[in-house]
């Protein structure tokens, strides 16, 4: 079955127009097999041959191209093709082919038009470029985009060139980097669509336009265009070489300063755009398929796409979870106004989700309120919303001492002190109160799920789900069933992660959970590589330039040294010697240096300025000494690709993907590097083996686990290459 | 059936609460209230609101109350206004409305940020402008530029107006004033009166804390506003005495300190058919067993509670003796003791309706947790405050009946009956 249809029509009502013989218009309606019509090469291929056909048509006015599905117009082109590109010289064919196709559709004999309803992403927005004019409809699903930087690559299907030309070198540059993905009318107002339309009714009114651009020859459209770009400083910025070297520099600067050079395909993008503005279309769209070709085959684009799947996989749920409805419209109750407690507050009434704030005291309560509307507030600073929207989010908000509206909550979740007996006893204070079908759920870091619910009424309810500081931030969360945790109640928290705008990975209730688990070692590794002489700014240094998004001592800074001590205390307690508490920490716990909230830990912080902590030289009793960036990151890193390998044997989580998953969302491991596994993967396992291993025999407790020795052994890979 | 309440903290207008509209004041202690009672509600039938000076950019404040606070958008939302006793028309609505079986469940209670009055600018600088903007071209423009007076600009102090008698341009506080002229109430009586009413809303501020459900200011929440602003632990009758009237300079009794405060609040109450409150399993405070109202002299209008109480106690076989406590608007002092001496006439009391003159209420069983000259007014919200305040009280005691009754400016009085329920 054809996945365009090829429609002759005098009217547009339905998704599917009515055919009839003598109608004026032709309608080219994308209905592909995938539900979000993605662009696969099937797809192409059939867009190819209907697009033959249309020239068998006369009396025709115009070719308009919409889509079938609501809320879905194009989704872009197929990741998990893109992801296993291996041959620069098929990537080139299939741009080539791509852009030429999507190139004949502004040179058809009828002009061309693209109503837009719903995602418009990648090649779906390419394609739209080529035609002659684009309509989008203002619905709150549309959203128009060139998300490709993202995935590691640049719009290879002729997106680069065509926006280029289109916009200008500045204004393409401006949607191509930041990979934002905008709504209607924002791309009507630059100039990426030629009009927008209320949803309501959209395709008469998309017809009378139509109609409108048909009958005066596109004039309009085209002075609307040129009007855009006038002006001596648009003429000087795009179409003299020094204003467009001003512009690439200026643009790279930017680009450079948040990839610090890791990621090549926003460079890439800004040399092919600059290319398309001033040589010939053809060069210039040859460049752009052979960038693509380039990135493409390239680790970077593989391992962003790796992790774009897995999160796809964990947004949608992985299959054998258990299924689970968060019951809305019924208030969450927060137990806990801290930074935990706050945070998850905030992400809630921002996502319609009416929240009760509830905490013992009423200086915390206090300090809660004032961090959620301080945060809410300035998401209207940066004007992502209106006044009206941040009154609106503020009315789902409630507060107070008082243990109330649990009969009809659809949830509880618990943010108080860290410790089992308080835990326990809120648990068991809760239960009777708590309605049937609500589940409670615990914020722990360290604490056994299991533990915490043991005997009480409401056991197979309570949950664990771990959310990472901050929490707005932060995409990850762990979610951890205890012993009695009954299935539904993990669906209903793993559709309440998801609500929040989380990805939810399972976690087995064991020690650390699994991202604390695994920054543990590394975070150890730190301090014993400064007990070594080393400088801890240095590593700090290294480990940024890595693309971590903070040095290891800066991290515990941030997350405090106490319960950095307090973690590693329970590690220990389960794991024996190769997680035991780094003497260093200990004396600066007991001096009362806890890191950013008491002003000074590894540095001294005042203000928003921070400089390396003098005072710690006495502690370390070592001689300077230093050692090549490369051997600091793998000090720094074995030990937790060995923690890994240990989690993945111990099935604390289902698979290797959800495991980099995790501690990119949950840590801001670089993402181009795919996780720790994959990174360990490229790096080779036996050279890791080897290192833990020489290590081990030079005094570390930590010798590498029997899955790093197998795998070492055959040479193999925690990611099996498919 | 009164299932239960909750009322924002009342604070003087001008502070902390002054930048909150009306419907955000409401909305805060509805959710309070709706997190309160473990019930689905979705349930509620209805929402109506006691408001007098309704927003400009807000034209039904009920609604926003209901949709804000997360009722279904199905639920209905009516604002209503009887001058100073709209918060309690709200809840004689409700009432009706639940006893002729048009609603089952009902939202009622009263707002008002009197700090957010606007204020005024003259009609002939509106009219000025709209001819302006009809000028065709730079002669008329000119003109009209110069039609504009100074005197178009002079504003007009929406509060002020709010608070003037419509019919004779009296102030509120000069119908108080001309209660105490007839009645022979003097200064020390109206200072000693409000001491009493500081003295007992202090000592009773625990109890009165209960009914309070914090507010947070938005939109930053950085400040949250727990307890009334208004009694003053510290207040003295020698302080007092040497205020100056505010409305009679010259020969006059009626001060800032012996009338009730300008404030800014809201009240909510969850009202119930008994039997849905019974198959729901809440338990409720208070039944509510008559209201009315009844209009008298404007120039009077502090005496409306007499009348009020006539009426509200005819449709029942209680007698004002029988009523364990009441809880009398002090709009002013001199407007309460003037209902006390009244009460106490015949002549007045056979007029009111009265079959036999009741006397006055004794103290013990009068605004026995202070009033508004130390808790402050704010006009629609006042109404709801009372009812509350007094079936909280009743149902403490363990039952009785009670009556919440308040003069109305325009010259009306309203009352309401209601018996308490032991828990």
């Given at each position: 079955?054809?996945?365009?249809?090829?429609?002759r029509?005098?009217?547009?009502?339905?998704?599917?127009?009515?055919?009839?013989?003598?109608?004026r218009?032709?309608?080219l309606?994308?209905?592909?097999?995938?539900?979000?019509?993605?662009?696969?090469?099937?797809?192409?291929?059939?867009?190819?041959?209907?697009?033959?056909?249309?020239?068998?048509?006369?009396?025709?006015?115009?070719?308009?191209?919409?889509?079938?599905?609501?809320?879905?117009?194009?989704?872009?082109?197929?990741?998990?093709?893109?992801?296993?590109?291996?041959?620069?010289d098929?990537?080139?064919?299939?741009?080539?082919?791509?852009?030429?196709?999507?190139?004949?559709?502004?040179?058809?004999?009828?002009?061309?038009?693209?109503?837009?309803?719903?995602?418009?992403?990648?090649?779906?927005?390419?394609?739209?470029?080529?035609?002659?004019?684009?309509?989008?409809?203002?619905?709150?699903?549309?959203?128009?985009?060139?998300?490709?930087?993202?995935?590691?690559?640049?719009?290879?299907?002729?997106g680069?060139?065509?926006?280029?030309?289109?916009?200008?070198?500045?204004?393409?540059?401006?949607?191509?980097?930041?990979?934002?993905?905008?709504?209607?009318?924002?791309?009507?107002?630059?100039?990426?669509?030629?009009a927008?339309?209320?949803?309501?009714?959209?395709?008469?009114?998309?017809?009378?336009?139509?109609?409108?651009?048909?009958?005066?020859?596109?004039?309009?459209?085209?002075?609307?265009?040129?009007?855009?770009?006038?002006?001596?400083?648009s003429?000087?910025?795009?179409?003299?070489?020094?204003?467009?070297?001003?512009?690439?520099?200026?643009?790279?600067?930017?680009?450079?300063?948040?990839?610090?050079?890791?990621?090549?395909?926003?460079?890439?993008?800004?040399?092919?755009a600059?290319?398309?503005?001033?040589?010939?279309?053809?060069?210039?769209?040859?460049?752009?398929?052979?960038?693509?070709?380039?990135?493409?085959?390239?680790?970077?684009?593989r391992?962003?796409?790796?992790?774009?799947?897995?999160?796809?996989?964990?947004?949608?749920?992985?299959?054998?979870?258990?299924?689970?409805v968060?019951?809305?419209?019924?208030?969450?109750?927060?137990?806990?106004?801290?930074?935990?407690?706050?945070?998850?507050?905030?992400?809630?009434?921002?996502?319609?989700?009416?929240?009760?704030?509830?905490?013992?005291?009423?200086?915390?309560?206090?300090?809660g309120?004032?961090?959620?509307?301080?945060?809410?507030?300035?998401?209207?600073?940066?004007?992502?919303?209106?006044?009206?929207?941040?009154?609106?989010?503020l009315s789902?908000?409630?507060?107070?001492?008082?243990?109330?509206?649990l009969?009809?909550?659809?949830?509880?979740?618990?943010?108080?002190?860290?410790?089992?007996?308080?835990?326990?006893?809120?648990?068991?204070?809760?239960?009777?109160?708590?309605?049937?079908?609500?589940?409670?759920?615990?914020?722990?870091?360290?604490?056994?799920?299991?533990?915490?619910?043991?005997?009480?009424?409401?056991?197979?309810?309570?949950?664990?789900?771990?959310?990472?500081?901050?929490?707005?931030?932060?995409p990850?969360?762990?979610?951890?069933?205890?012993?009695?945790?009954?299935?539904?109640?993990?669906?209903?928290?793993?559709?309440?992660?998801?609500?929040?705008?989380?990805?939810?990975?399972?976690?087995?209730?064991?020690?650390?959970f699994?991202?604390?688990?695994?920054?543990?070692?590394?975070?150890?590794?730190?301090?014993?590589?400064?007990?070594?002489?080393?400088?801890?700014?240095?590593?700090?240094?290294?480990?940024?330039?890595?693309?971590?998004?903070?040095?290891?001592?800066?991290?515990?800074?941030?997350?405090?040294?106490?319960?950095?001590?307090?973690?590693?205390?329970?590690?220990?307690?389960?794991?024996?010697?190769?997680?035991?508490?780094s003497?260093?920490?200990?004396?600066?716990v007991?001096?009362?240096w806890l890191?950013?909230?008491?002003?000074?830990?590894?540095?001294?912080?005042?203000?928003?300025?921070s400089?390396?902590n003098?005072d710690?030289?006495?502690?370390?009793?070592?001689?300077?000494?230093?050692?090549?960036?490369?051997?600091?990151?793998?000090?720094?890193?074995?030990?937790?690709?060995d923690?890994?390998?240990?989690?993945?044997?111990?099935?604390?989580?289902a698979?290797?993907?959800?495991?980099?998953l995790?501690?990119?969302?949950?840590?801001?491991?670089?993402?181009?590097?795919?996780?720790?596994?994959?990174?360990?993967?490229?790096?080779?396992?036996p050279?890791?083996?080897?290192?833990?291993?020489?290590?081990?025999?030079?005094?570390?407790?930590?010798?590498?686990?029997k899955?790093?020795?197998?795998?070492a052994?055959?040479?193999?890979?925690?990611?099996?290459?498919? | 059936?009164?299932?239960?309440?909750?009322?924002?903290?009342?604070?003087?207008?001008?502070?902390?609460?002054?930048?909150?509209?009306v419907?955000?004041?409401?909305?805060?202690?509805?959710?309070?209230?709706?997190?309160?009672?473990?019930?689905?509600?979705?349930?509620?039938?209805?929402?109506?609101?006691?408001?007098?000076?309704?927003?400009?950019?807000?034209?039904?404040?009920?609604r926003?109350?209901?949709?804000?606070?997360?009722?279904?958008?199905?639920t209905?939302?009516?604002?209503?206004?009887?001058?100073?006793?709209?918060?309690?028309?709200a809840?004689?609505?409700?009432?009706?409305?639940?006893?002729v079986?048009?609603?089952?469940?009902?939202?009622?209670?009263?707002?008002?940020?009197?700090?957010?009055i606007?204020?005024?600018?003259?009609?002939?600088?509106?009219?000025?402008?709209s001819?302006?903007?009809?000028?065709?071209?730079?002669?008329?423009?000119?003109?009209?530029?110069?039609?504009?007076?100074?005197?178009?600009?002079?504003?007009?102090?929406?509060?002020?107006?709010?608070?003037?008698?419509?019919?004779?341009?009296?102030?509120?506080?000069?119908?108080?004033?001309?209660?105490?002229?007839?009645?022979?109430?003097?200064?020390?009586?109206?200072?000693?009166?409000?001491?009493?009413?500081?003295?007992?809303?202090?000592a009773?501020?625990?109890?009165?804390?209960?009914?309070?459900?914090?507010?947070?200011?938005?939109?930053l929440?950085?400040?949250?506003?727990?307890?009334d602003v208004?009694p003053?632990?510290?207040?003295?009758?020698?302080?007092?005495?040497?205020?100056?009237?505010?409305?009679?300079r010259?020969?006059g009794?009626?001060?800032?300190?012996?009338?009730?405060?300008?404030?800014?609040?809201?009240?909510?109450?969850?009202?119930?058919?008994?039997?849905?409150?019974?198959?729901?399993?809440?338990?409720?405070?208070?039944?509510?067993?008559?209201?009315?109202?009844?209009?008298?002299?404007?120039?009077?209008?502090?005496?409306?509670p007499?009348?009020?109480?006539?009426a509200?106690?005819?449709?029942?076989?209680?007698?004002?003796?029988?009523?364990?406590?009441?809880?009398?608007?002090?709009?002013?002092?001199?407007?309460?003791?003037?209902?006390?001496?009244?009460?106490e006439?015949?002549?007045?009391?056979?007029?009111?309706?009265?079959?036999k003159t009741?006397g006055?209420?004794?103290?013990?069983?009068?605004?026995?947790?202070?009033?508004?000259?130390?808790?402050?007014?704010?006009?629609?919200?006042?109404?709801?405050?009372?009812?509350?305040?007094?079936?909280?009280?009743?149902?403490?005691?363990?039952?009785?009946h009670?009556?919440?009754t308040?003069?109305?400016?325009?010259?009306?009085?309203?009352?309401?009956?209601?018996?308490?329920?032991?828990?």
């Open positions: 079955m054809s996945q365009w249809k090829l429609i029509s005098s009217s547009w009502e339905g998704p599917i127009p009515q055919a009839d013989p003598a109608g218009w032709l309608h309606v994308i209905d592909a097999e995938s539900s979000a019509n993605v662009l696969s090469a099937a797809v192409l291929e059939d867009l190819d041959k209907q697009l033959d056909r249309v020239s068998e048509f006369s009396n025709v006015d115009a070719l308009i191209i919409s889509s079938a599905k609501n809320g879905h117009f194009i989704a872009g082109a197929d990741v998990n093709a893109i992801g296993s590109a291996d041959n620069v098929h990537v080139i064919e299939a741009c080539r082919s791509a852009q030429d196709l999507f190139g004949r559709l502004s040179n058809l004999s009828i002009p061309s038009i693209a109503v837009i309803q719903g995602t418009c992403l990648g090649g779906g927005l390419e394609l739209s470029l080529g035609c002659t004019a684009r309509i989008a409809v203002q619905d709150p699903r549309t959203r128009i985009g060139l998300p490709e930087v993202n995935l590691g690559i640049i719009p290879g299907f002729g680069t060139v065509r926006m280029t030309r289109l916009l200008g070198l500045r204004g393409a540059l401006g949607w191509i980097l930041p990979a934002s993905r905008l709504p209607a009318q924002i791309a009507h107002r630059k100039g990426v669509v030629d927008s339309v209320p949803v309501e009714g959209f395709r008469a009114l998309s017809l009378q336009m139509i109609e409108a651009m048909v009958s005066d020859g596109f004039r309009k459209v085209n002075a609307a265009r040129k009007k855009r770009r006038k002006g001596w400083i003429y000087f910025l795009d179409e003299t070489s020094v204003g467009r070297t001003i512009v690439c520099r200026q643009a790279l600067k930017t680009v450079r300063a948040r990839t610090l050079g890791l990621m090549p395909a926003p460079e890439r993008a800004i040399e092919v600059r290319l398309s503005a001033h040589r010939p279309e053809k060069e210039a769209l040859l460049e752009e398929a052979r960038a693509v070709s380039r990135l493409a085959t390239g680790p970077v684009c391992n962003l796409v790796a992790i774009f799947q897995d999160s796809e996989r964990v947004r949608r749920g992985v299959s054998g979870q258990p299924d689970g968060w019951p809305e419209p019924r208030t969450l109750v927060v137990l806990g106004a801290g930074v935990m407690g706050s945070g998850v507050a905030t992400m809630a009434i921002e996502k319609s989700i009416p929240t009760r704030l509830r905490d013992i005291s009423e200086e915390a309560i206090d300090q309120l004032k961090k959620i509307g301080k945060a809410i507030d300035t998401r209207r600073k940066k004007r992502r919303i209106t006044t009206y929207q941040q009154a609106e989010i789902r908000l409630s507060h107070g001492k008082e243990l109330v509206g009969e009809r909550c659809g949830g509880v979740l618990e943010a108080v002190v860290e410790r089992l007996d308080v835990k326990r006893s809120v648990l068991a204070e809760i239960a009777p109160l708590l309605a049937q079908d609500a589940i409670f759920a615990t914020n722990t870091s360290a604490l056994s799920v299991t533990a915490i619910q043991k005997d009480s009424p409401v056991a197979d309810r309570v949950v664990g789900l771990h959310f990472f500081n901050p929490v707005p931030k932060m990850l969360v762990e979610v951890i069933p205890g012993e009695f945790t009954a299935p539904e109640a993990v669906g209903i928290a793993l559709s309440l992660a998801r609500k929040l705008g989380k990805y939810p990975v399972i976690v087995k209730d064991s020690p650390g699994l991202v604390n688990r695994l920054l543990l070692p590394y975070l150890d590794a730190a301090s014993r590589l400064l007990l070594k002489g080393l400088s801890g700014s240095h590593i700090d240094q290294v480990a940024r330039t890595y693309g971590l998004p903070m040095g290891p001592f800066r991290l515990m800074d941030e997350v405090g040294l106490d319960i950095g001590v307090e973690v590693q205390e329970t590690l220990h307690c389960a794991f024996g010697d190769r997680a035991a508490s003497p260093i920490l200990m004396k600066m007991e001096k009362g890191g950013k909230k008491s002003g000074i830990g590894f540095y001294q912080h005042s203000g928003n300025s400089t390396w003098r710690l030289e006495p502690m370390v009793q070592a001689t300077a000494s230093t050692l090549p960036a490369t051997q600091i990151i793998s000090s720094l890193l074995d030990p937790m690709i923690e890994a390998a240990r989690c993945l044997e111990e099935e604390v989580v698979d290797a993907g959800l495991l980099d995790a501690m990119v969302m949950g840590t801001g491991y670089p993402p181009h590097l795919g996780g720790p596994l994959r990174a360990a993967d490229a790096e080779g396992l050279a890791i083996e080897e290192r833990l291993r020489a290590a081990h025999e030079n005094g570390a407790a930590r010798s590498p686990c899955l790093l020795v197998d795998l052994l055959i040479n193999g890979r925690f990611h099996s290459r498919t | 059936m009164i299932v239960d309440g909750a009322r924002t903290p009342f604070v003087r207008a001008g502070e902390d609460l002054r930048d909150i509209p419907d955000e004041l409401a909305r805060s202690c509805t959710r309070s209230l709706l997190d309160r009672v473990p019930f689905d509600s979705s349930l509620v039938d209805e929402l109506i609101l006691g408001c007098v000076a309704q927003p400009p950019n807000c034209a039904n404040p009920a926003a109350v209901a949709l804000r606070s997360g009722l279904h958008e199905r209905p939302a009516q604002t209503v206004s009887r001058n100073c006793a709209s918060g309690m028309q809840i004689s609505d409700a009432y009706d409305r639940i006893r079986g048009a609603s089952d469940v009902v939202l009622a209670g009263g707002a008002e940020s009197m700090s957010q606007p204020i005024l600018f003259p009609l002939s600088f509106g009219f000025k402008l001819s302006l903007s009809r000028a065709r071209n730079f002669a008329e423009k000119l003109a009209g530029i110069f039609h504009f007076k100074l005197a178009d600009l002079k504003p007009r102090i929406g509060l002020l107006e709010g608070l003037r008698d419509p019919f004779s341009g009296e102030l509120m506080g000069d119908t108080a004033e001309r209660l105490a002229r007839e009645w022979g109430i003097t200064r020390e009586d109206q200072d000693l009166y409000a001491l009493e009413s500081h003295r007992k809303a202090v009773a501020a625990k109890t009165l804390n209960r009914e309070i459900s914090a507010l947070a200011v938005p939109p929440l950085d400040r949250v506003v727990r307890t208004g003053r632990p510290g207040a003295k009758l020698e302080k007092m005495a040497r205020m100056k009237p505010y409305f009679d010259k020969m009794s009626v001060t800032i300190a012996n009338s009730c405060g300008i404030t800014d609040g809201a009240a909510m109450l969850l009202l119930m058919e008994s039997s849905q409150a019974v198959s729901l399993g809440l338990q409720p405070i208070a039944r509510i067993v008559g209201s009315a109202f009844v209009g008298c002299d404007p120039l009077r209008m502090g005496l409306g007499v009348h009020a109480i006539a509200v106690l005819r449709d029942s076989d209680l007698v004002l003796g029988d009523i364990d406590r009441v809880e009398l608007n002090e709009a002013f002092s001199a407007q309460v003791i003037g209902c006390q001496r009244a009460l006439n015949d002549r007045y009391c056979s007029d009111a309706g009265f079959s009741p006055a209420i004794d103290a013990d069983r009068l605004n026995v947790m202070g009033g508004a000259i130390a808790l402050g007014h704010p006009v629609g919200a006042t109404g709801a405050r009372l009812i509350l305040t007094l079936a909280r009280q009743l149902h403490d005691a363990g039952g009785g009670g009556i919440a308040m003069c109305i400016g325009g010259g009306q009085g309203g009352a309401v009956l209601i018996e308490g329920i032991s828990s």
